[in-house]
């Protein structure tokens, strides 16, 4: 629902009676009354971000009821750095960081503007290490292929915050937590990777049958999507110890961090809600959960 309609809706609900007065009504739309949920997409092959298929247009459901935020910020399996940084950029570029797809894809441009300000305020919040200020990076393909599904007009700010990828698991979940009280004041946190990603394995000719996956990596998905429902948190952080179908599904964790900072940021009581729950190609799966 577009924030504009959710005020339209109050006020009509007002007028009925249901609201005893306007300050009731101001009170109801207070910021620290409404937390944005989290989001962890997987968002698979970058052509995901010019095709109209059931997986993009989920991506669009998942933001059509509720407000649209200040700001997007998003944590990407495609941006990893030695520290931690977050964009600070009045325009970020958009980026095309892969190979051997068609003109179509690279002629894309996704204009949103950045936010030095929310950058400052997500800088601010974490304490347990220097979060630097960015003015390079841009959007790379694991934020814009999604967010142009679920925001076309291109007019809500988006950042990025960066994944030190010399850091464990949990240090990514400690930091995400210190993040959590954006969700409080307008900011939708998605992160975008994939849990089960292992390109060396894709079955390039199965592409197309749908939900064909490795034993091994179906295994995985059910284990993961397990352990999210049960709210075990410290079982997906310790990945490496669930055995071989997780080291088969995570050779490398540039596309699972994002997914920890997804359960970092969540809160005991959101509601989980599991969607776009496919493999592809064998090894590699578009599962992705919200939290709230």
Do not use: C
């Not at 998003?74 to 960081?97: C, F, R």
């Not at 999507?225 to 049960?230: A, C, Q, R, Y």
């Not at 961090?257 to 005991?268: A, K, T, V």
């Amino acid at each position: 629902m577009k924030r504009q309609s959710f005020v339209k809706g109050m006020l009509g609900f007002a007028a009925l009676g249901g609201l005893t007065s306007i300050s009731s009504l101001g009170k109801l739309l207070k910021e620290e009354d409404y937390s944005y949920p989290v989001i962890f997409i997987g968002h698979g092959s970058p052509m995901n971000g010019i095709e109209d298929n059931h997986f993009s247009r989920q991506w669009r459901s998942e933001v059509e009821h509720f407000p649209n935020p200040k700001v997007v910020l998003v944590i990407s399996a495609h941006w990893l750095t030695n520290g931690t940084y977050v964009t600070a950029m009045e325009k970020p570029q958009t980026i095309h960081d892969f190979g051997g797809f068609p003109d179509e894809l690279f002629a894309v441009q996704y204009p949103a503007p950045g936010s030095p300000e929310w950058a400052q305020q997500t800088r601010e919040l974490v304490k347990s290490t220097t979060v630097e200020l960015d003015h390079e990076w841009g959007l790379d393909h694991g934020t814009w292929t999604v967010v142009r599904h679920m925001y076309p007009d291109a007019e809500i700010p988006v950042i990025q915050l960066s994944i030190d990828y010399n850091k464990p698991a949990a240090y990514h979940y400690a930091l995400a937590q210190e993040l959590k009280s954006l969700r409080k004041k307008g900011v939708l946190i998605i992160g975008s990777g994939n849990m089960v990603h292992n390109l060396r394995m894709v079955a390039w000719d199965q592409l197309n049958t749908p939900n064909y996956g490795y034993d091994w990596a179906i295994e995985a998905n059910e284990t993961f999507n397990k352990h999210l429902l049960d709210r075990n948190h410290q079982a997906l952080i310790d990945y490496n110890k669930l055995g071989q179908f997780a080291q088969l599904a995570i050779p490398t964790p540039d596309h699972y961090f994002p997914l920890i900072y997804s359960l970092g940021l969540s809160n005991e009581k959101d509601e989980i809600t599991i969607f776009n729950n496919e493999l592809v190609g064998g090894s590699l799966n578009m599962t992705s959960v919200r939290f709230g």
